[in-house]
């Protein structure tokens, strides 16, 4: 059974900085693809960045240039980092996994960590 440990997020102030951490277990022989979506209330969940097996990543137009994604294939784990947040950066934030290369490689959501931008 895979499960998503995720950590990080909380309250800040507008121009700080957070770190979200989703670790992956359970997944046997499978290529995980790592990525974050969020969702504010009111608005529907959107993406934000992702991270492939090869570390390719992606970044959402909004978040270019402040936040970087990064992995830890050795804990099939996955970060992150948020810089000079900005009130609009409040919402809940998901990892989802991607899983690939078998029958039992499925997808995953994370429980979500909620990110709260105070201007």
């Known amino acids: 059974q895979v499960q998503l440990a995720e950590s990080g997020g909380g309250s800040v102030q507008a121009g700080g900085s957070l770190r979200l951490s989703c670790a992956a277990s359970g997944y046997t022989y499978c290529t995980v693809d790592m990525s974050w979506f969020r969702q504010a209330p009111g608005k529907e969940r959107e993406f934000v960045s992702s991270?492939?097996?090869?570390?390719?990543?992606r970044y959402a137009d909004s978040v270019k240039g402040r936040f970087t994604i990064s992995r830890d294939d050795a804990k099939n784990a996955a970060y992150l980092q948020m810089n000079r947040l900005k009130p609009e950066d409040t919402a809940m934030y998901y990892c989802?996994?991607?899983?690939?290369?078998?029958?039992?490689?499925?997808?995953?959501w994370g429980l979500g960590n909620q990110v709260t931008v105070s201007s």
């Open positions: 989802k996994t991607v899983g690939y290369g078998g029958p039992r490689c499925l997808n995953y």
């Open positions: 991270i492939d097996s090869d570390g390719s990543a």
